[in-house]
């Protein structure tokens, strides 16, 4: 396999067999990263620096080399780059649909409890919450969608008498 240093950050090929090629590795190599959720595979390209760091790292199974940016004036590539991290770990499993909507439950209750009636929070975030909940049903355990409606429940209802106490 070629170093990682011979590539540019933007050398890409169009198909897997011209990957392999170009590296100098077997072909089942870069179809089983791509399996793996590989961050070399952006829409149609294969990017080599970012597929040989990845493949030197399968000796290391548990880690991966990532960057985590640390506030919101990051580069957009860094950020970008944290986001498909994210997706993988979502693909892979590794949160549950559940935590996934619960994040996203808590960004609702964020933004929108401050801007809304008492009355009209209770009606939005009950159908949210009725949806959210059919989602972990039918995507996950039953014994999750229990600890998933429980929680979201506590904080829906934190969320309301915090609203219902400052009007």
């Not at 791509?34 to 390209?45: D, E, H, L, V, Y």
């Not at 939005?124 to 929680?151: P, Q």
Request: proline content about 4%; aromatic content about 8%; charged content about 30%.
């Amino acid at each position: 396999m070629k170093p990682a240093a011979e590539f540019d950050e933007k050398e890409a090929a169009d198909s897997m067999r011209a990957a392999a090629s170009r590296l100098c590795v077997p072909l089942e190599l870069v179809k089983q990263c791509k399996r793996q959720g590989s961050r070399a595979f952006r829409g149609s390209r294969i990017y080599f620096k970012q597929l040989v760091q990845e493949i030197a790292s399968i000796d290391e199974p548990d880690t991966v080399s990532f960057n985590i940016p640390i506030g919101l004036h990051c580069r957009p590539e860094t950020v970008e780059a944290f986001q498909e991290l994210l997706r993988v770990a979502i693909r892979a499993r590794f949160l549950t649909t559940g935590e996934i909507l619960e994040i996203i439950l808590n960004r609702i209750i964020e933004f929108w409890a401050p801007r809304l009636e008492s009355k009209e929070f209770r009606k939005v975030t009950e159908v949210i919450h009725t949806g959210f909940g059919v989602a972990v049903m039918l995507l996950e355990h039953d014994s999750d969608t229990d600890v998933f409606l429980k929680r979201t429940v506590a904080a829906l209802t934190r969320a309301s008498r915090r609203r219902s106490t400052s009007i």
